[in-house]
């Protein structure tokens, strides 16, 4: 179960994101361990409640455990960007689809725990508003579309695994199959040339 309370401020060292990555990082391990060990079907993990309802019958211990390395990967991302000292994620951190989901996952971890916080009275009320504009400005600059929002569209299902559509509406790594396709080989956002090509 997914459980804390984020500190949030005006930068990334203090939004709460790399901590919450944490706890969504050690949630998704206890996924994988409790389907390795069968004690829980993959509708029953916390992976599932934020991953398209269309694909269960796919998703396996095999998928969890690459999930969880894509979760594993953005929560680096994210800790070696606060050392790094970047006021926010650059939107050529996340390198597929599924480092996106994990990344959304992460920031409505993040809501959550705010929330909480508040609730418990850990957060107060006066600074809810601000922390909640933090993690909203890190959902506006660390994604260059919403694309995988039509994962979970019913309607849009059978669009986004058609070759045809999917080349048409010009989709990057929407299918099933492409989830863990890198969308550029070999990039690392960290290194000098990479803010080149983005200023450029």
Same mark, same amino acid.
């Given at each position: 179960?997914?459980?804390?309370?984020?500190?949030?401020?005006?930068?990334?060292?203090? &939004? /709460?994101?790399?901590?919450? &990555?944490?706890?969504?990082?050690?949630?998704?391990?206890?996924?994988?361990?409790?389907?390795?060990?069968? *004690?829980?079907? @993959?509708?029953?993990?916390?992976?599932?409640?934020?991953?398209?309802?269309? +694909?269960?019958?796919?998703?396996?211990?095999?998928?969890?455990? !690459?999930?969880?390395?894509?979760?594993?990967?953005?929560?680096?991302?994210?800790?070696?960007?606060?050392?790094?000292? =970047?006021?926010?994620?650059?939107?050529?951190?996340?390198?597929?689809?599924?480092?996106?989901?994990?990344?959304?996952?992460?920031? %409505?971890?993040?809501?959550? +725990?705010?929330?909480? /916080?508040? $609730?418990?009275?850990?957060?107060?009320?006066?600074?809810?508003?601000?922390?909640? $504009?933090?993690? $909203?400005?890190?959902?506006?600059?660390? @994604?260059?579309? !919403?694309?995988?929002? =039509?994962?979970?569209?019913?309607?849009? +299902?059978?669009?986004?695994?058609?070759?045809?559509?999917?080349?048409?509406?010009?989709?990057?790594?929407?299918?099933? %199959? $492409? =989830?863990? !396709?890198? @969308? =550029?080989?070999?990039?690392?956002?960290?290194?000098?040339?990479? *803010?080149?090509?983005?200023? /450029?």
């Amino acid at each position: 179960m997914l459980a804390g309370t984020p500190s949030c401020a005006r930068q990334l060292r203090n &939004s /709460g994101a790399p901590g919450t &990555s944490d706890v969504v990082v050690d949630a998704f391990r206890e996924d994988v361990r409790a389907l390795r060990a069968g *004690e829980a079907g @993959f509708a029953d993990t916390s992976m599932f409640a934020h991953l398209p309802p269309l +694909h269960l019958a796919r998703y396996d211990v095999d998928f969890a455990d !690459r999930f969880l390395a894509a979760t594993e990967a953005v929560a680096g991302k994210l800790r070696r960007a606060r050392q790094a000292g =970047w006021p926010y994620p650059s939107e050529d951190l996340l390198g597929s689809v599924a480092e996106e989901r994990a990344m959304e996952e992460i920031l %409505a971890q993040a809501d959550a +725990h705010l929330e909480l /916080g508040v $609730e418990v009275g850990d957060i107060s009320c006066e600074r809810e508003p601000g922390l909640a $504009e933090d993690i $909203e400005t890190l959902r506006e600059v660390s @994604f260059k579309d !919403r694309d995988f929002e =039509w994962l979970f569209q019913p309607a849009a +299902h059978g669009l986004v695994e058609d070759l045809r559509v999917d080349a048409q509406l010009r989709f990057m790594n929407l299918r099933f %199959a $492409e =989830w863990f !396709r890198p @969308f =550029w080989e070999g990039f690392d956002p960290f290194r000098p040339e990479a *803010e080149d090509c983005e200023s /450029g």
